[in-house]
T-cell receptor, first 112, second 113 residues
């Protein structure tokens, strides 16, 4: 049973527009959430995180929103750039722990 | 500073054979993790070392998998005997003591025929 879900396997966005990647989770014990980006033939790289005491965290073009009551988080990328094309994984942990539970990923394609 | 490295990058073996994957974490990182991604699905946690001790091995699928981290530096993950369903990409990650950001290696793609 998947505890972290990313229901859109792929997403295409025009360069310069906003990309919104969604993630839903089922375990209410999760209190720390992360987004990782993965290019082909490379390992995932950390992008941005948010703890459950916040509802928004921003880092440059990347913003993560957390809605605890809906058990939903989203990653906004604005403006989107072709170099953002990658697979994005949502991950979560309990007690700010180190055992991350990952979603299946969403492949983002930013079209020039 | 060198990142997390994994060897080999690819391994193709026959069912029933043994394969050993190696991970070299970032120097000084106490925490080392193994993950697996099968058939393009989610990345699944296998186990977590703190130095040479296994902190959490709840994700190890069965006793055909053996992970070691002698001396608290590099780690190996042995699969013996390999089965078809073991095919996938095995990632290693490391983090510093108290650090939440895990740095991933490029992965080892294992194909069991």
């Amino acid at each position: 049973d998947q505890q972290v879900k990313q229901n859109s396997p792929s997403l295409s966005v025009q360069e310069g527009r906003i990309s919104i990647l969604n993630c839903d989770y089922t375990n209410s014990m999760f209190d720390y959430f992360l987004w990782y980006k993965k290019y082909p033939a490379e390992g995932p790289t950390f992008l941005i995180s948010i703890s459950s005491i916040k509802d928004k965290n921003e880092d440059g073009r990347f913003t993560v929103f957390l809605n605890k009551s809906a058990k939903h988080l989203s990653l906004h990328i604005v403006p989107s750039q072709p170099g953002d094309s990658a697979v994005y994984f949502c991950a979560a942990s309990i007690n700010y722990g180190q055992n991350f539970v990952f979603g299946p990923g969403t492949r983002l394609s930013v079209l020039p | 500073e060198a990142g997390v490295t994994q060897f080999p990058s690819h391994s193709v073996i026959e069912k029933g054979q043994t394969v050993t994957l190696r991970c070299d974490p970032i120097s000084g990182h106490d925490n080392l993790y193994w993950y697996r991604r099968v058939m393009g699905k989610e990345i699944k946690f296998l186990l977590h070392f703190v130095k040479e001790s296994k902190q959490d091995e709840s994700g190890m699928p069965n006793n055909r998998f053996l992970a070691e981290r002698t001396g608290g530096t590099y780690s190996t993950l042995k699969v013996q005997p390999a089965e078809l369903e073991d095919s996938g990409v095995y990632f290693c990650a490391s983090s510093s003591r108290g650090g939440n950001e895990q740095f991933f290696g490029p992965g080892t793609r294992l194909t069991v025929l």
